[in-house]
C-alpha cells in the first residue's frame, strides 16, 4: 500500500499514474485502468498533480465523493470499458498534503478477463503499460490475451489435417524406450503406436472419429517443417557462449530447431539441450545396491527449469524460444506472459499451465512439477549451492517471461566467507572431453543400451569422436561394450 504521507517522495511509473481531476473525471483514466488491469496493475491517484521535478504533491478537489461516483458508474458501463475488476476495497479517499484524494487501486486482471479494453473494440481499446506511459497493444497483443482466456488447454487442438506422418519415429520411440524404463510393466507399453500415442493426449479422434494428432503431439514428437504448419512462428535456439570467444563470435555451439538435421520437436530439443546445460555439473559416484545414483537436487533443479519454458511456452506468438548458457548464468526466454501473478509463482502452490498435454507427456518420464511446486524447489536449490538468487522477468510486445539462473557466489554468502563448494565445475578441469562423456553418460541413463551410431547422433558428435570417448569410459570402467565390432552396443556398468 503506499504510504501517501509521503507523496511528495513518489513519481510516476509503471504501477503508479497521477492525474489532476479538478475538472472532473478525466478521459485518459480508461486507458490507464486498461494497462494496468493488463499489464502488472498499479495505482490512479485523483486528485494529484506531477511536479517540474517529476514529485507528486496534492491539489484541492471540489468534490472526492462525486469523483469516486462518477467512477463507479463508468467502470460499470460496457460502453466505456468492458469489465469491472474491481471491488469496493478497492477505491478510497485519502488524506493527503491537506487535500483529499482519491486513489484507485487496479489489480492484475485474471486471465479469463483479459484484455481489459475501452470502447467496443479491444484491437482498438487495450492498453498496457511500459514505463511511465500507456500504449495501445497490437493485434498480436490482444489475440494472445484471447487465447488465454480459455480454460480448454491450448496443446489440446486436434490437428484434422494431419495424421500421424507427421510425427518422427524415431522420437516416440525413444520416449516410450525412456518411459519404459522408468515405468517397467505400465499398461501403455504393449499397446500399438497409435494407441499409445492416444493415450498419452498426443493423438485424439477428429469430428469422423479417425486419430489425429493434437497440437500437444504436433509439438512434442513432430517434425519441425510440419510443427511450423500450424505455428509459424516456432523456433527453439539453444546458443552457447564461453570465455573463449571472441568478440566476433556471438556463440561457440548452437542448436536450432530449423537446422534440418534433426527432428526440431521439443521433445528431442529438451535431451540435446540439458546434455549441454547439465556438462558442467559435477556428478557424485553412489550406489544404492548395484544402482548407480548420478542425480543431484542441482540437476533436477535444471530439468524443471527446462521442462517449464518449454511447457509454459505459447506456441502461436512472436519470437521463439531462446536458452544462452554463458560462464555466469543461464538465460531462459520463452514466448508467452505468465497466466497467474509472479509473485504467486515464486511462493508456490499455484499452477496454470498453458498446455496441459505436454505437462501430462514430460511426466510420465519423470520431467517437470504438477503441483506449482517448481520454481520454488529451484529457488532453494540456489539458495543451498550459495549462487545469487533466479530472476523471472516479464516483458511486453511481445509478450515474453525470461528466468535468469545466475552461475556467481551471492555476494553476502562470500562477504560472510561462505565456503560451499558449487556442483558446477569449472576451469581447465572441466575439459571438452570430460564433457562429451558426460553427455554419453547422461544418454546412457536414460536409454540403456545404444549403438555408437545412435549415441553420436543424440549428443551432436561425430560417429568417429563418439567411439574414441567410448573406448575410454569402457577403459576407466564406466561404460560396458557388448556384441562384435559390427553390431556393438554400449551401456552403463551396472
Not at 127 to 145: F, I, L, P, Q, S
Not at 248 to 271: A, L
Not at 458 to 486: F, H, N, P, W
Request: charged share 25%.
Amino acid at each position: 500500500m503506499l504510504d501517501l504521507s509521503q507523496l511528495s517522495k513518489y513519481k510516476e511509473n509503471n504501477r503508479l499514474e497521477a492525474k489532476k481531476a479538478q475538472g472532473g473525471l478525466p478521459h485518459s483514466i480508461w486507458e490507464t485502468y486498461s494497462a494496468f488491469a493488463n499489464t502488472f496493475g498499479g495505482y490512479i491517484l485523483l486528485g494529484v498533480v506531477e511536479n517540474a521535478d517529476k514529485s507528486f504533491s496534492s491539489v484541492q478537489l471540489a468534490s472526492p465523493e462525486k469523483l469516486v461516483s462518477d467512477f463507479w458508474n463508468s467502470v460499470n458501463n460496457p460502453s466505456i470499458v468492458n469489465v469491472n475488476i474491481l471491488s469496493d476495497r478497492n477505491v478510497q479517499i485519502v488524506e493527503s498534503g491537506g487535500n483529499r484524494i482519491v486513489v484507485i487501486e487496479v489489480p492484475r486482471a485474471d486471465r479469463h478477463d483479459k484484455p481489459v479494453y475501452t470502447g467496443a473494440d479491444p484491437f482498438a481499446g487495450t492498453y498496457r503499460r511500459n514505463g511511465e506511459g500507456d500504449y495501445c497493444c497490437t493485434k498480436d497483443e490482444v489475440r494472445a490475451m484471447m487465447r488465454d482466456q480459455a480454460d480448454i488447454s491450448q496443446d489440446a487442438r486436434v490437428m484434422d489435417t494431419m495424421t500421424i506422418d507427421c510425427l518422427d519415429t524415431d522420437t516416440i520411440r525413444r520416449y516410450r524406450q525412456r518411459m519404459d524404463n522408468l515405468r517397467p510393466g505400465h499398461v501403455w507399453s504393449e499397446l500399438a503406436v497409435e494407441d499409445f500415442l492416444h493415450r498419452i493426449g498426443a493423438m485424439a479422434r477428429d469430428a469422423y472419429g479417425k486419430l489425429r494428432p493434437t497440437a500437444a503431439g504436433l509439438l512434442m514428437f513432430g517434425h519441425e517443417y510440419e510443427i511450423v504448419r500450424e505455428f509459424p512462428h516456432y523456433f527453439l535456439d539453444y546458443q552457447e557462449h564461453d570465455r573463449s570467444a571472441t568478440e566476433d563470435e556471438r556463440w561457440t555451439d548452437r542448436i536450432v530447431s530449423s537446422s534440418g538435421d534433426w527432428s526440431g520437436n521439443i521433445c528431442d530439443f529438451y535431451f540435446r539441450v540439458y546434455n549441454r546445460i547439465a556438462q558442467d555439473i559435477k556428478v557424485p559416484f553412489k550406489l544404492e545396491g548395484t544402482d548407480r545414483i548420478d542425480d543431484t537436487p542441482l540437476h533436477k533443479a535444471l530439468r524443471e527449469a527446462l521442462a517449464n519454458a518449454l511447457i509454459h511456452a505459447d506456441y502461436y506468438d512472436r519470437r521463439g524460444l531462446v536458452i544462452q548458457k554463458c560462464p555466469d548464468k543461464i538465460r531462459i526466454a520463452n514466448p508467452g506472459a505468465f497466466r497467474i501473478n509472479v509473485q504467486e509463482a515464486l511462493v508456490g502452490g499455484v499452477s496454470d499451465p498453458r498446455n496441459e498435454s505436454l505437462i501430462k507427456m514430460f511426466n510420465l518420464i519423470n520431467v517437470g512439477e504438477r503441483a506449482g511446486s517448481g520454481l520454488p524447489s529451484i529457488r532453494t536449490v540456489w539458495q543451498k549451492q550459495g549462487w545469487q538468487e533466479p530472476e523471472i522477468v516479464e516483458s511486453f510486445n511481445p509478450d515474453r517471461t525470461t528466468l535468469l539462473l545466475p552461475l556467481a557466489a551471492n555476494k553476502a554468502a562470500a562477504k560472510s566467507g561462505d565456503k560451499k563448494v558449487a556442483a558446477k565445475s569449472g576451469g581447465k578441469s572441466s575439459s571438452i572431453s570430460e564433457k562429451r562423456k558426460n553427455d554419453i553418460l547422461q544418454y546412457l541413463t536414460d536409454t540403456p543400451e545404444a549403438s555408437s551410431t545412435q549415441i553420436a547422433d543424440a549428443i551432436g558428435l561425430q560417429v568417429s569422436r563418439t567411439k574414441m570417448y567410448l573406448s575410454e569410459l569402457v577403459s576407466d570402467g564406466a561404460v560396458v561394450a557388448e556384441g562384435s565390432s559390427r553390431a556393438r552396443k554400449y551401456r552403463l556398468k551396472s
